[in-house]
C-alpha cells in the first residue's frame, strides 16, 4: 500500500514513525511532503528508503492512503489544492480534529476519514480516535482499523464527542505530564530531595500506576481508597489536592472546547457545505 503525508511536523513525523517502527508500513511505501523541506529531509536521514514529494501533485499522484498532517488554518487551502487531484479510489485521512469528515466529504471527491493519534503510539500504546466519511466500505474501514492497530487500540467515535476525546487522548499527556512535572518541582522545593532522584521515582511510580489500571487490580477510586488509610498522610495530601484544584479540570475542558469552537467556526466558514 502507497502511503502519502502531507505535513510532517510534530505529530506527523510522529505517526511516520510509529507506523514504520510497528512494521504497520514499509520505508519504501511511503511519500512525504512539508513546507519546510529540512523536516522532510530530517525524516528521511532517520528513514533512508522513504521518498521525498517535490510537489502536492506528486505525493497525491501516487498514494492510495494520503494523511494530512497539516494545522487547522492550513486545511482549506490544502483541500482546494487536492480537490482536483485525486480520485474516488482514494482514501484521505486528516489528523486535525476541528475538520469532520463532513466537511473532508464536501470538499474532496474520494473517500475520507479522520484520525486523531496520541503521543502515546509512539509507544503503541493508548488509543486513537477514527471517525469515517460517508463513502468509506466496510473494506475501508477495516483496512484503516488494522493500520491503527499497529500503534494502538482503534477508538470509533461520533462528531459530538470528538473534542472531549482528544483533550483525553491527544491532550491527555501532556496535561498530565505538566502535573507530575509540577508533582516533582513541589517536592525538590519543599525537600532535599534532587531533582534526578525526584524524576527517577515519580517515573518509576507513573509507569506502575499505568501497570495496575491495564492489568486490572485497581479501579481509580478502589487504588485512592486503598493508599489513602483515614488519618494518615495520603489523606493530608489528598485534602490539599481537592482545595487547590477545585474545579480546575472543569474550567480546562470548559476552554478546551471554547477554542475548538471557534476554530471550528472559522473553518466552516471556508468549506463549502458551511
Known amino acids: ?32 511532503i512539508n513546507r519546510t523541506p529540512s523536516k522532510a529531509e530530517a525524516l528521511k536521514n532517520e528513514y533512508p528508503a522513504i521518498a521525498i514529494a ?23 487551502e490544502v483541500l482546494k489544492e487536492l480537490a482536483p487531484l485525486l480520485e474516488p479510489t482514494q482514501t484521505v485521512i486528516s489528523i486535525t480534529s476541528p ?3 463532513e466537511a473532508l466529504d464536501s470538499e474532496l471527491p474520494c473517500k475520507t476519514a479522520r484520525i486523531i493519534p496520541s503521543i502515546l503510539n509512539r509507544a503503541s ?12 466500505k466496510k473494506a475501508d474501514k477495516e483496512r484503516l482499523r488494522e493500520l491503527v492497530a499497529f500503534i494502538s487500540e482503534p477508538l470509533e467515535i461520533e462528531e459530538n464527542i470528538t473534542r472531549v476525546s482528544s483533550d483525553i487522548v491527544s491532550c491527555g499527556p501532556a496535561f498530565f505530564s505538566y502535573l507530575a512535572q509540577r508533582f516533582i518541582d513541589g517536592a525538590v522545593n519543599e ?11 515519580a517515573t518509576s511510580m507513573l509507569i506502575g500506576l ?23 498522610i495520603t489523606g493530608v495530601g489528598i485534602a490539599v489536592l481537592e482545595e487547590e484544584l477545585g474545579d480546575g479540570f472543569d474550567e480546562l475542558f470548559k476552554k478546551t472546547h471554547e477554542k475548538f469552537a471557534a476554530e471550528k467556526k472559522k473553518l466552516t466558514c471556508e468549506f463549502t457545505y458551511g
Do not use: N, W
Open 99 to 101: 475538520v469532520s469528515v
Open 191 to 201: 525537600t532535599e530531595i534532587t531533582r534526578e532522584d525526584a524524576t527517577t521515582l
Open 210 to 232: 499505568g501497570k495496575l489500571l491495564e492489568e486490572g487490580h485497581y479501579t481509580l477510586p478502589a487504588l485512592q481508597q486503598r493508599v489513602c488509610v483515614p488519618g494518615g
Open 1 to 32: 500500500m502507497k502511503v502519502g503525508f502531507i505535513g510532517t511536523g510534530s505529530m506527523g513525523t510522529m505517526l511516520i514513525e510509529s507506523l514504520l517502527d510497528s512494521k504497520a508500513l514499509l520505508q519504501e511505501d511511503i511519500r512525504i
Open 125 to 136: 500504546s493508548g488509543s486513537t480516535l477514527i471517525s469515517y466519511g460517508r463513502r468509506c
Open 54 to 76: 517535490s510537489s502536492i501533485e506528486e505525493v497525491a499522484r501516487t498514494s492510495e492512503v494520503l494523511f494530512l498532517c497539516v494545522k487547522p488554518p492550513e486545511m482549506p
